[in-house]
């Protein structure tokens, strides 16, 4: 048996490449699927990492081996080694700055390198909610702008045109494209489900519960339901249409509706100011 990311032989039984470090089920396993590691724990080129207090409150901890660096998004670090260097950069240029400022994220990608031995880095999204860690093998990964929390330095991370609908929705302008191979660690908003569609297969996910897909899938937006009307009433916006085969990951919370449901509760400018729903105390 060989290491399908590496090609070195490797040993009947092992876990583990012995030459890169990658997973031998993650890297062995059949393209075009999403590969998550069911225990939470894994190990790469440079790095190992661990998944704790899943599934409401998660955190994920990378452990970098000497000049190892992972890329996080700005403002997800929550702990790191005394050793560890942080620098923060605008990814992608002036231009990739601007698109990941349109799409609702920080114009700046964190980077955190080990120096002059291991080093560790904690790593948790600012809403509750899970953490995904996907092995990556020369694939191709969309994520909602929102959902990506980190990923492996040698992986291409590149803001697309999420389509004209999704501008008039509101719900996410631009999406993230993933390539490569190495760490991808994806957040969520409540738990990850996993849906898996056989080939033809159709499956609609509102867009604001949407996680990550693979590149290989056709989707299109539309309104949920037909004609303008039954849209409004169904208090259903833009949905996603997915055509299998392929795997979607969808979270079971949308953080969207959730501050619809709190706006009624603050006060507004023509309340004065009061918390006290426009009373004067």
Excluded at 64 to 88: F, H, K
Excluded at 201 to 222: F, I, K, N, P, S
Aim: glycine share 14%; proline share 4%; net charge negative.
């Amino acid at each position: 048996m060989t290491c399908a990311r590496c090609g070195a032989p490797v040993v009947e039984g092992a876990r583990f490449c012995g030459v890169c470090g990658a997973s031998v089920a993650v890297a062995n396993a059949a393209a075009g699927e999403i590969n998550l590691d069911a225990d939470g724990r894994g190990s790469g080129l440079g790095y190992s990492y661990e998944i704790l207090h899943q599934p409401a409150f998660a955190l994920a901890v990378v452990r970098l081996e000497p000049e190892q660096s992972i890329l996080a998004e700005a403002g997800a670090m929550v702990a790191m080694s005394a050793n560890v260097e942080l620098q923060s950069q605008m990814k992608g240029g002036l231009l990739g700055a601007l698109k990941r400022a349109v799409a609702g994220e920080s114009a700046f990608i964190s980077t955190f390198t080990a120096r002059g031995g291991p080093g560790e880095v904690a790593l948790a999204p600012g809403a509750p909610g899970d953490i995904a860690a996907i092995e990556m093998r020369e694939q191709t990964f969309f994520v909602q702008s929102s959902s990506y929390l980190a990923g492996d330095a040698s992986l291409a991370v590149n803001t697309r045109w999420g389509g004209a609908r999704s501008f008039f929705s509101g719900e996410g302008l631009f999406i993230l494209q993933v390539q490569g191979s190495g760490l991808l660690l994806v957040s969520s908003y409540g738990a990850i489900h996993r849906k898996r569609l056989g080939p033809n297969e159709r499956y609609v996910v509102d867009t604001g519960h949407l996680v990550a897909w693979e590149g290989t899938m056709q989707y299109t937006l539309r309104k949920a339901a037909a004609g303008f009307f039954r849209s409004f009433v169904s208090g259903e916006g833009i949905v996603a249409e997915f055509a299998g085969p392929g795997e979607l990951l969808i979270q079971t919370r949308n953080l969207a509706a959730l501050a619809g449901l709190l706006k009624p509760f603050f006060p507004s400018q023509s309340s004065g100011g009061s918390v006290f729903g426009g009373l004067d105390v």
